[in-house]
């Protein structure tokens, strides 16, 4: 499984490369195109506090469940350069925790993963379940990420990418 997860994590394959979507100036990732729910500053908090919500509950010191799903989602303001900056570093360090995890065993895979809200109980939580189910997270929302970038004329990454 690891070499799968980690491709996923990363962008391989079927998806963009995760880091190379949110490549962007401050400025980019805090518009958001008319109509739009969310801005690329928006989804990569959001992601980023799903990613350290579950890495947390695998850690056994889960972060308290949000009462609403507004919980999960930053301030709409547009951010300044270091907050940025300082949410892609964290995304990339949070990517790299949960590629850590694909090299776990079978049996540590197959390891219960305890709930923190109610929500949680519906769905498998073993290790294997719940690191899938954040790689799926956040393939659905670098997607937006991607037609946002593409909304605002700033796709293809300078680092390349598939341009369809």
């Not at 850690?59 to 989602?73: D, V």
């Not at 995890?101 to 540590?108: R, S, V």
């Not at 519906?122 to 799926?136: G, P, R, Y």
Request: with cysteine; net charge negative; hydrophobic share 40%.
């Amino acid at each position: 499984m690891s070499r799968v997860l980690t491709e996923l994590v990363f962008g391989k394959h079927a998806h963009a490369d995760s880091l190379a979507c949110i490549d962007v100036s401050a400025e980019i990732a805090g518009q958001l195109p008319k109509g739009l729910p969310h801005s690329i500053w928006q989804l990569l908090w959001h992601m980023n506090y799903w990613m350290d919500h579950e890495l947390r509950r695998i850690a056994g010191s889960p972060s308290p469940y949000p009462e609403h799903a507004a919980g999960s989602w930053p301030d709409p303001t547009p951010p300044d350069p270091a907050p940025w900056h300082r949410e892609v570093r964290r995304f990339s360090e949070l990517l790299g925790q949960l590629a850590e995890l694909g090299k776990a065993t079978a049996e540590e895979l197959a390891r219960p993963v305890a709930t923190t809200h109610r929500s949680e109980a519906e769905h498998a939580s073993t290790l294997e379940a719940v690191v899938w189910q954040t790689i799926v997270h956040n393939s659905y929302h670098l997607g937006q990420v991607v037609s946002l970038r593409q909304a605002l004329g700033a796709w293809p990454p300078e680092r390349g990418s598939d341009t369809w």
